[in-house]
């Protein structure tokens, strides 16, 4: 079908806010950005186009931060550490079955972001979506949204892009990469079970304890590991779903529907389910997003009956909620000053120019790495700017990278660390009035330090 178009007026746009740092996009690492530039004493706004911030934690119900922490894992710490020790805090925690972290509550981390964002003074901006970068040349000067409020324009001084699938540097001209949508992490739709019963559950469990060696063989669980982790408990569920494909209750197609749950509560509810997995969904389309919502929901379902039938503990298990919306993994990256690799991620990267510290954790396309022996990687700066585009930085799973890299800095956990390192460089950057690509390194990193990020 021939592609048709229409010539809409040229109108006038009001500038409702101005601002010195604006954060687009709340989850991991766009809060963590707005929080480490307030913190830094800057004036910051967060944009967010859902009704809460937090991103994947909170929209999408994404509740294992850390999961993959073990006694010897080093950390950079920092806001993304605090934000689940403010959860536990303020009763949003449960301790999470496969690690020594905790699993955030999606629900009351809604209430946990609320409190830190109003703690900082940072001015909240919910329920406006992004639509257009605000340019003069090559300089962005703030963004265009779209609300029931209509069309309203934000200019700022510094902008970061933590939307996840680098929109604003994409429409402001920066190169990007984008995934071929063959080859993109698949898609996941998260949902909570209640109605479990907790001791027939974890008695299951432990008479039939499954490891990450039994993630390999079968649709999206075939997985390289580097034979460490593979006698560790892993919470991981496929067999229920092997005897309803042999039954004839799922489709025999459907052998992608596996994975695991994150925390068995007292109340009945079995939480964090990873269960649906939808290869071949692009983040960035709105027709795929609306394909696979609808699949993903179908697939849910058919893992509910599964369950029942099939897990102990589970014979009256019922649906409790779905995310609000979709989990993406993996869409446009930037091309960035420098792209982060393989090597750096498996070989203990290390940059003059570090902004935080990372565990060897790889957990995508096929390969999963636990850090269990204290290695850990350095994320540079420049892995934050983008190229053509003055006054950005991108934070989150939007920064540049290969395959395997991407596969690891794509975790909430390091998007925390990218977003706290880029907030710290936007409020840097305006105190010394200098461009965010000639910023003094070792201002970033005593900041860095004074808000309690370990960057070597």
Known sequence: MQRMSITEPARQTEIVHQTDVLVVGSGPGGLAAALAAARAGAEVTLVERFGCFG?????????????????????????????????????????????????????????????LVEEAGITPMLHRFFVAPVMDGDTITGIVTESKAGREAILARRVIDATGDADVAHRAGAPTVATPKER??????????????????????????????????????????????????????????AKAIRDGLIPARLNTIAGTWGAMHDTGELTYMNLVHLDGCDGTDPVDLTRFEIEGRRQAMLAIEALRRYMPGCEG?????????IGIRDTRKIDAVYNMSEADVREQGR???????????????????????????????????????????????????????????????????????AGIAAAVSLRANAPLDRIDIAQVQAELARQGVRYR
Not at 192 to 206: I, M, P, Q, S, T
Not at 212 to 227: A, V
Not at 317 to 325: D, Q
């Open 55 to 115: 991103g994947n934690i909170t929209a999408v119900g994404v509740e294992g931060m850390a999961w993959y922490r073990h006694e010897q894992t080093v950390e950079a710490n920092g806001i993304g550490r605090e934000f689940e020790e403010r959860a536990k805090a303020m009763g949003a925690a449960v301790p999470e079955s496969q690690s020594l972290s905790y699993e955030l509550d999606s629900e009351g981390f809604k209430l946990v972001a609320d409190r």
């Open 184 to 241: 993109m992490m698949a898609a996941s739709v998260m949902f909570h079970l209640a109605g479990v019963d907790k001791r027939k559950f974890l008695d299951g469990v432990r008479a039939d304890p499954q490891t990450y060696k039994d993630w390999g063989g079968g649709g999206e669980w075939n997985i390289e590991t580097s034979g460490k982790e593979d006698a560790m408990f892993s919470p991981f569920i496929r067999k229920p779903f």
């Open 317 to 325: 298990a019922r649906l409790r909620n779905f995310g609000m919306t």
């Open 351 to 421: 940059f003059e120019d570090s902004i935080g510290i990372y565990p060897e954790f790889i957990d995508g396309y096929g390969v999963l790495i636990l850090p269990t022996t204290g290695r850990y990687f350095q994320l540079p700066y420049r892995n934050l700017l983008p190229k053509r585009v003055k006054n950005l930085l991108v934070a989150g799973r939007a920064t540049g990278g290969d395959r395997i890299a991407h596969a690891a800095t794509r975790n909430m956990s390091c998007c925390a660390v990218t977003g706290q390192g």
